[in-house]
């Protein structure tokens, strides 16, 4: 249970994290960007890659974190409580997650190299899709014969 919802929560924050920081950093235009040493020119490819490859490292590494006591307290609920308080205590363990999520994005964003701008948007975001991800997954589980 814990590691399906690890690499489920994985996929669906990396799958979301490129378009969100996108969105939560739009461009400040060319001109700044070349003054800044940014755009197309030598070694663009590279720093791109790199940083491209932190920020995987990164949300990974924040889920293997924040992920399995969540999915924890999820479980422990829904064994020890009644069903009524399921969800009031899945959206007090995603408050949390987010958090958490938060002041560490927020600690790396302080590097201006990690590119991240709005920590807080992007846990936000980030959460959200694999929150929604995970309850049209279990809506899905409950219709489909498959399962």
Request: net charge positive; glycine share 10%; aromatic share 8%.
């Amino acid at each position: 249970m814990f590691g399906v919802s690890l690499a489920l929560t994985i996929a669906v924050e990396l799958a979301a994290a490129f378009p969100a920081e996108r969105i939560g950093n739009p461009s400040t235009g060319r001109t700044t960007e070349r003054l800044q040493g940014g755009g197309e020119g030598p070694g663009f490819l590279r720093r791109l890659r790199l940083r491209s490859g932190k920020r995987i490292l990164l949300v990974v590494l924040v889920n293997v974190l924040t992920n399995p006591p969540a999915v924890l307290l999820c479980w422990l609920a829904r064994l020890y409580l009644p069903a009524a308080a399921e969800f009031p205590v899945q959206l007090a363990a995603e408050a949390g997650v987010i958090a958490v999520e938060a002041g560490i994005y927020r600690s790396f964003a302080r590097k201006p190299w990690w590119g991240i701008r709005r920590p807080v948007m992007l846990a936000v975001v980030l959460n959200l899709c694999s929150w929604l991800s995970g309850m049209a997954l279990n809506l899905w589980r409950g219709v489909s014969p498959i399962f």
